[in-house]
């Protein structure tokens, strides 16, 4: 048996600046989120047939407010102020897993679960905008729900192990950032109310109308579902004494099912790479001491669902050094993308203003205490 219990709370002022460094718009938000967990488990094994089965059951209480949340032009003329509705929340949240050991090396293990998962303060909270683009929080946010399976397989030999998994996720009031579109009724009327512009439409091609200063307009929403689905596989084996190896592959499918915005479905989700890989040798010289040479690879994604923004596959190269003084004592050094390797890393966002550059090298040096 366990219990929980957390508080978040924060406030968020942002103002806006033209080119020319001068207030266009201030916006102020304050607000908290309560949780608060009871969980139980059991777990059992037969005799006649090795079978361990774990039952859980997590019931939640989830509240969030937010008492103030407003946008004003310059100076803190033409205030807009919004009343937000407290939201609570309860879910139950289920888990049953299974694991059979068909042998003393060969186990096979099947979950089935249900989760939540509450919006950030950061997507209820912080609205910001630029004359490249606006982003809107959505205060009125609930939390997701997550149903999911998964079912797999590990098999262990005395150097090493070989893991396979396939999920299938399916997530209802799904939290994502969308752009409004011009040509869609619904988003030029959302437009007009968060940038308060009136009858003037926010999103025409020179845009500036109300708080917002630019025609680009980002905005959260729980208006679609999601499917993910994909396979994840981890490998290990210690060649001898000096040498050892390791990788990884995951495979991800991720659409949406159903949206009431103007993303399309059944396209994968912005954000999310299909395909992701890594590879890693390690040298012990001595007992305690270990250098290792990694390779992370991340295939061709999209920043966008729609997939106007490609994003290009990478591969970046690392290297950690390792030293264990004591057991409690340790110093390392590390280099992130040893070859200086220039590339975009995958993320969300609905312009090409958006993109984002990969970390270049990068070196640190480090001590580890354990007392």
């Known amino acids: 048996m366990g219990i929980d219990a957390r508080n978040i709370s924060a406030s968020n002022t942002t103002?806006?600046?033209?080119?020319?460094?001068?207030?266009?718009?201030i916006n102020y938000a304050q607000g908290q989120q309560n949780f608060y967990g009871l969980m139980g488990q059991l777990k059992s094994k037969g005799t006649t047939i090795p079978l361990?089965?774990?039952?859980?059951?997590?019931?939640?209480?989830?509240?969030?407010?937010?008492?103030?949340?407003?946008?004003?032009?310059?100076?803190?003329?033409?205030?807009?102020v919004q009343t937000i509705k407290n939201q609570n929340v309860n879910p139950f949240n289920p888990s049953l897993g299974l694991l059979f050991p068909a042998t003393k090396d060969w186990d096979f293990r099947a979950a089935a679960y249900q989760a939540y998962h509450a919006p950030s303060l950061n997507n209820t909270l912080r609205t910001y905008g630029s004359a490249t683009g606006w982003y809107f929080s959505n205060p009125n946010l609930i939390p997701e729900t997550m149903k999911g399976f998964e079912?797999?397989?590990?098999?262990?030999?005395?150097?090493?192990f070989a893991q396979v998994t396939a999920f299938n996720n399916y997530i209802t009031n799904?939290?994502?950032?969308?752009?409004?579109?011009?040509?869609?009724?619904?988003?030029?009327?959302?437009?007009?109310?968060?940038?308060?512009?009136?009858?003037?439409?926010?999103?025409?091609?020179?845009?500036?109308a109300g708080l917002c200063n630019s025609s680009s307009v980002s905005y959260f929403t729980n208006n679609q579902?999601?499917?993910?689905?994909?396979?994840?596989?981890?490998?290990?084996?210690?060649?001898?004494?000096?040498?050892?190896?390791?990788?990884?592959?995951?495979?991800?499918?991720?659409?949406?099912?159903?949206?009431?915005?103007?993303d399309p479905t059944n396209s994968q989700v912005g954000g999310v790479p299909q395909n992701l890989g890594s590879a890693?040798?390690?040298?012990?010289?001595?007992?305690?001491?270990?250098?290792?040479?990694?390779?992370?690879?991340?295939?061709?994604?999209?920043?966008?669902?729609?997939?106007?923004?490609?994003?290009?596959?990478?591969?970046?190269?690392?290297?950690?050094?390792?030293?264990?003084?004591?057991?409690?004592?340790?110093?390392?050094?590390?280099?992130?993308?040893?070859?200086?390797?220039?590339?975009?890393?995958?993320?969300i966002a609905n312009s090409a203003s958006s993109y984002q550059a990969g970390m270049p090298l990068a070196v640190s040096v480090g001590a580890r205490l354990v007392f």
Not at 176 to 186: R, W
Not at 305 to 332: C, K, L, S
Request: charged residues 10%; hydrophobic residues 35%.
């Open 52 to 80: 361990e089965v774990t039952l859980g059951a997590r019931i939640d209480a989830w509240s969030s407010q937010t008492p103030t949340y407003y946008n004003t032009g310059p100076n803190g003329n033409n205030k807009t």
């Open 151 to 160: 079912f797999g397989s590990d098999y262990r030999w005395g150097g090493g």
């Open 225 to 262: 579902n999601l499917l993910s689905q994909g396979l994840e596989f981890q490998y290990h084996h210690d060649i001898n004494s000096h040498w050892s190896i390791d990788g990884g592959y995951t495979y991800t499918l991720t659409r949406l099912t159903w949206t009431a915005t103007s």
């Open 280 to 347: 890693g040798i390690t040298y012990y010289p001595l007992p305690k001491a270990s250098l290792t040479a990694t390779m992370r690879y991340a295939g061709n994604s999209w920043m966008d669902t729609a997939h106007a923004f490609p994003v290009p596959a990478y591969a970046v190269v690392g290297f950690r050094a390792n030293y264990e003084i004591t057991p409690q004592a340790t110093i390392f050094a590390s280099v992130v993308n040893l070859f200086n390797r220039q590339y975009v890393t995958f993320n």
């Open 15 to 25: 103002n806006n600046l033209t080119t020319n460094g001068n207030v266009a718009a």
């Open 174 to 208: 799904a939290v994502a950032n969308y752009t409004l579109k011009a040509a869609n009724s619904t988003d030029v009327a959302l437009a007009k109310n968060l940038c308060n512009s009136g009858a003037v439409n926010p999103l025409t091609k020179n845009g500036g």
